[in-house]
């Protein structure tokens, strides 16, 4: 029997129903296609057996059956189906068409009728089957399954057949047999077809996988992106062919449209259309062109900008395209000698960019001739780049004319090779630096040297800082020597013996060196014969000399440790260049020509990228106080405060602003605020000082009333006094020196703050701590009476203040005079009355008080004597145990304004109230202690029962119940 396999065709059946394809069918095997003996083994060949009959199908058709129907026989009767490779499958499926007799219509004589049939399979990878191998029993067959049927044929009844489909497997070798089983059933097997299922080429999320056939349980299919698609990971999207021909799940990973295509359905995609683009592989859509871009293409990845049009390198496709901005406007120049101020106004048109930088270009002409600046000339902040505008041009030579051009860039500028716009201004640098030198003269000869002396030219601009001084022997104008002067005199040593020398002298302020005198002509004495005589006459007077000069220097040395003991820094000397040794004094800001110049000095100018502003704190002078942070490369991170200067100031409040950083920058003490640096260069002007946690001290020590130590307290003094006692070595006048201007940092450390004078100058200033007086603004009540009455501001008036700050600490934070009008406090203080000690005050503390407060500026101590006493304090601090007398009715001779007795008081609400502790009245009430009598036995335990458990207030109360009762008489103990 020839073994004759029959494919049918590919077909495919494509229905979606809730998502699912169906699986495409390979047919390996069937009968019903074919048109010769199938020649299938019949065993055994002895009748009744399997017979291979032609006949008709439903449709009429001619096909190949086999068909058996034994009588009597119960053996069994074998039909095998020739060999059907697997091309592949695991499983196959066999569908079998087939009509069963009806038992109960057969002859009686055949009693072992059966109405089922059973199919084997066998598996070999060669087609080796013959009549007698494989034996024909089950092992080396497996049974499949037993078919039963569904529509029995009876006589003369319908003619009806059954369709079984039995799935095979799992298949493992090259090809297979099928063995038809009957044991007594009388049966037509009128069709068997064998097929497999595939999984049929899907395309899923953008990407298509092909027809794939389930060699195992589940199959992994390699995929590819769809056309104008792109994979969204590097891994190739894969997917799994189920054993039944089912796509098991969505592709592991995913494709997506590429750039200038976008989704047209779930599974393609469409090229953008012209005016639009996509930039990068996804789902989006595609997009309008950015500004001044089109494209006139479909699919196109990314808009061209329009001539003038450009995008920079690091510009993204999506941004618009812009072009180079235009020219700064009105540059304004400020000519201060040789150095130069520009300033000027942002383009009238930006080009649409927000990364607008500046360069300065600078060419020096003199006569006809212009060239390119030297490279002494500097730039602050810089030449390119610079984002401000606004830039310092120092290194300029006098009476030069240069050309400054301003131009505008941004980060086009490179990729439109055009030339930058700009704007440029001419300068002529001041003809005289300085004003030359004359009257050079020698005061003093002798063999080798000479003294000279010149004549100190009235400066009608600038200080003179030195003097440089040049000679040469007469003649040898290539041999100057330089020496350099503080004074207006010098010694020249070493001169050769009866020579004559020639001699130029020029001054040098801070905007350089003046020229050189004409030239003077001085000379050595001749040699003269030393005689005997001469010789012990020259001994004689050099001895006499030198214990002159020895007297001389014991005298000095003397009188300037008195002169420092006794000296009182007075304001009109306080801000003078005082040079001394040792000595550092401070330099006041506003003597300076141009007060930038001290904010350079003093202040270093910090980056403004290396701050980051956090919070605003507080309202300053001048501008929000703000808490941020300070990041200079290479230094640790730093919490810092930040002053800052609103909007819209005027040169003059951009100068007082920064004259409070050019007088902190001055000083380094740790009770003193330290500066971190200023920002000009950039809007706002900002000025950086080192952060403290706790604030301004009045308002802490309001904050924690009652909550620190004695001992803690003389701490804070102690550091306050410290302070001032640096400021006042340093010629350094506060004038405003109160808990208020004082700041705390976590530690508790205090440091003196506020250094800013404009609030006593300017009258507009709305604080009305500061009183208008002749002259200016003053806080009244921390004022010492000769500074309010003829403005004299000294170290001496600073005590004064200090020693209101002392009675502030002391009474955490109370109002200095309470509620009493400035002209009360002055008249009381003309009339000797002082505040009377805080409650609880050390008598110690408040006596020091009073010193600072006396009349006579001279007899208050100075800074240094406070800090010694204060530290006497700290070393025997029982001494702070013995607390202030309390005065007995108002004989005493000061100031007795604190809270009314508690015998003058009504209530007790009314009593709680004049000592702040209003808090605890609805306390003393539930507690009983409803009124003033009951109040005047309270004790400790009472307190605790009412809920009073701070130490501090515990104090405060018993304290103002201790004076009800001196003053009732109702002494207990
Ligand atoms: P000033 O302009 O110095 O009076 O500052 C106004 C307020 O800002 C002060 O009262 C403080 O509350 C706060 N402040 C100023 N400087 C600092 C600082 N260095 N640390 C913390 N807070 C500050």
């Not at 297979?176 to 068997?192: D, E, I, K, N, P």
């Not at 004259?659 to 000083?667: D, L, Y």
């Given at each position: 029997?020839d ?5 049918g065709?590919?077909?495919w059946?494509?229905f ?14 069937n009968t019903?296609?074919e ?5 299938w083994?019949i ?28 009588l ?15 091309r ?12 069963m007799?009806e038992c ?26 013959t009549?007698?191998?494989p ?5 080396p ?33 090259r090809?297979f ?9 009388c ?11 595939k999984?049929p080429p ?15 349980l ?7 992106c769809?056309?104008n698609?792109a ?7 894969t ?25 047209a ?10 005016g639009?683009?996509?930039?990068s592989?996804?789902?989006s859509v ?10 006139h ?14 995008r ?5 496709p ?16 400020q000519?201060?000698?040789t ?10 048109d ?11 270009e ?10 390119a600046?030297a490279d ?5 902040p810089g030449?390119v780049?610079?984002t ?9 030579l006098?009476?030069?004319t240069y ?5 505008s860039?941004?980060g086009?500028s ?24 004359s009257?050079v ?16 030219p009235?400066q009608?601009q ?30 020249l ?5 009866g020579?004559?020398y020639?001699v ?9 060196y003046?020229?050189f005198?004409?030239t003077?002509t ?25 214990l ?6 014991i005298?000095a ?6 002169s420092?003991?006794t000296?009182?820094p007075?304001?009109?000397k306080?801000?003078?260049f ?17 007060p ?26 001048f ?5 941020g942070?300070l ?9 810092v ?8 100031y ?7 602003f920064?004259?409070e ?27 950086l000082?080192e952060?403290?946690?706790n ?19 003389v ?24 808990a ?8 508790l ?14 009258e ?5 701590t500061?009183?208008?007086s ?8 921390w004022t ?20 209101i700050?002392?009675w ?8 200095p005079?309470?509620d ?5 406090v ?18 110690s503390?408040?006596?020091l008080m ?33 607390t ?7 004989s ?10 508690l ?8 009593w ?10 609805s ?11 009951l ?12 809920g009073?458990?701070l130490?501090?207030?515990?104090k ?9 009762r ?8």
């Amino acid at each position: 029997m020839d073994h004759v396999f029959w494919i049918g065709s590919v077909s495919w059946f494509w229905f979606v129903l809730t998502g699912l394809i169906t699986a495409e069918e390979e047919v390996l095997m069937n009968t019903k296609l074919e048109t010769s003996d199938l020649r299938w083994t019949i065993y055994p060949n002895t009748d009744p057996e399997w017979d291979e009959v032609t006949g008709l199908d439903e449709e009429g058709s001619s096909v190949r059956t086999f068909q058996i129907c034994p009588l009597e026989s119960v053996s069994s009767h074998w039909l095998r189906t020739s060999f059907i490779p697997r091309r592949g499958a695991s499983q196959v499926y066999v569908e079998v068409r087939f009509t069963m007799m009806e038992c109960s219509s057969m002859p009686n004589t055949y009693r072992t009728c059966k109405e089922t049939f059973n199919l084997y399979l066998y598996q070999s990878d060669e087609d080796t089957a013959t009549h007698t191998h494989p034996a024909w029993m089950e092992n080396p067959y497996s049974k499949v399954d037993t078919v039963a049927a569904d529509f029995l044929l009876r006589r003369g009844g319908e003619r009806k057949s059954n369709v079984k489909t039995v799935r095979v497997g799992p298949l493992a070798k090259r090809g297979f047999y099928l063995s038809f089983q009957t044991q007594g059933a009388c049966m037509a097997l009128l069709a068997v077809r064998v097929f497999l299922k595939k999984c049929p080429p899907v395309t899923r999320a953008f990407s298509s996988f092909p027809e794939t056939l389930p060699h195992s349980l589940v199959q992994q299919a390699g995929g590819v992106c769809v056309e104008n698609s792109a994979p969204l990971s590097e891994a190739p999207p894969t997917m799994f062919c189920g054993e039944d021909g089912q796509w098991v799940g969505p592709p592991s990973s995913s494709c997506a449209c590429g750039p200038g295509h976008e989704p047209a359905d779930s599974d393609r995609c469409r090229a953008c259309g012209s005016g639009q683009y996509k930039a990068s592989v996804g789902g989006s859509v595609c997009r309008v062109c950015p500004d001044n871009s089109n494209t006139h293409s479909a699919g196109s990845s990314v808009c061209l900008c329009r001539a003038g049009f450009y995008r920079a390198a690091s510009d993204l496709p999506d941004s618009a395209c812009t072009k180079p901005p235009s020219a700064p406007r009105s540059i304004i120049s400020q000519i201060n000698d040789t150095v130069v101020t520009l300033e000027w106004a942002e383009p009238v048109d930006r080009g649409g960019r927000l990364d607008l930088s500046y360069s300065v270009e600078c060419v020096c002409c003199r006569g006809p001739v212009c060239v390119a600046c030297a490279d002494s000339v500097t730039y602050r902040p810089g030449q390119v780049g610079v984002t401000g505008r606004r830039v310092i041009i120092r290194g300029l030579l006098p009476h030069t004319t240069y050309t400054f051009t301003v131009l505008s860039l941004s980060g086009v500028s490179a990729v439109s090779h055009t030339t930058p716009a700009s704007s440029s201004v001419n300068i002529t640098t001041s003809r005289d630096v300085a004003v030359p030198v004359s009257g050079v003269r020698r005061t003093k000869a002798s063999e080798s040297s000479v003294s000279l002396s010149w004549t100190v030219p009235s400066q009608n601009q600038h200080n003179i800082q030195e003097y440089q001084l040049r000679y040469s022997l007469k003649g040898q104008d290539d041999g100057w020597q330089y020496v350099s002067s503080k004074s207006s005199s010098v010694v020249l040593n070493d001169l050769a013996r009866g020579s004559q020398y020639q001699v130029q002298v020029r001054a040098r302020t801070v905007a350089g060196y003046g020229h050189f005198s004409t030239t003077a002509t001085i000379s050595t004495l001749p040699d003269e014969e030393e005689s005997p005589s001469r010789l012990m006459l020259t001994g004689v007077l050099v001895a006499i000399g030198l214990l002159i000069l020895i007297a001389v220097v014991i005298v000095a040395v003397f009188c300037f440790r008195r002169s420092n003991r006794t000296r009182d820094p007075d304001p009109d000397k306080s801000g003078q260049f005082l040079m001394g040794p040792g000595i550092k004094v401070y330099i006041d800001p506003f003597t300076y020509e141009d007060p930038n110049e001290a904010v350079r000095e003093f202040a270093k100018e910090i980056d403004v990228s290396f701050v980051k502003i956090e919070e605003v704190i507080g309202a300053g002078e001048f501008g929000e106080v703000c808490r941020g942070r300070l990041r200079v490369p290479g230094r640790k991170e730093s919490c810092v405060a930040i002053k800052t200067l609103k909007g819209g100031y005027t040169d003059k409040q951009r100068r007082d602003f920064l004259s409070e950083a050019s007088i902190m920058g001055q000083f380094q003490h740790p009770n003193i605020i330290h500066l971190e640096g200023v920002i000009t260069a950039s809007c706002p002007v900002m000025i950086l000082t080192e952060y403290m946690e706790n604030g301004a001290l009045d308002s802490f020590l309001r904050l924690n009333d009652g909550q620190f130590t004695g001992i803690q307290l003389v701490g804070m003094l102690r550091g306050i006094a410290s302070g001032m006692k640096y400021l006042s070595e340093m010629s350094f006048v506060h004038r405003d020196l109160a808990a208020r201007n004082i700041l705390v940092n976590s530690n508790l450390v205090c440091k003196v703050s506020d250094f800013g004078l404009s609030r006593f100058l300017t009258e507009n200033s709305s604080d009305p701590t500061y009183t208008s007086s002749l002259g200016g603004k003053i806080p009244i009540r921390w004022t010492a009476p000769e500074a309010i009455a003829f403005r004299k501001f000294t170290s001496a008036s600073d005590v004064w203040s200090y020693g209101i700050v002392m009675w502030e600490v002391m009474s955490f934070g109370e109002r200095p005079y309470w509620d009493m009008s400035n002209q009360d406090v002055i008249n009381a203080i003309e009339q000797d009355y002082r505040l009377p000690a805080p409650p609880e005050c050390p008598a110690s503390l408040h006596q020091l008080m009073l010193d600072c407060w006396q009349k006579e500026r001279s007899s208050r101590p100075r800074f240094c004597a406070i800090v010694s006493a204060l530290d006497r304090l700290i070393r025997h601090p029982a001494s702070l145990k013995i607390t202030a007398r309390i005065p007995d009715g108002l004989s005493h001779p000061l100031l007795d304004q604190r809270a009314p007795p508690l015998s003058l008081c009504s209530s007790v609400g009314e009593w709680l109230r004049a000592i702040k502790m209003e808090r605890y009245e609805s306390g003393f009430l539930q507690a009983g202690f409803t009124s003033i009598e009951l109040i005047s036995h309270i004790c400790t335990e009472d307190l605790l029962r009412i809920g009073v458990t701070l130490a501090g207030h515990q104090k405060k109360i018993l304290s103002s119940v201790q004076t009800l009762r001196i003053h009732s008489g109702s002494l207990r103990y």
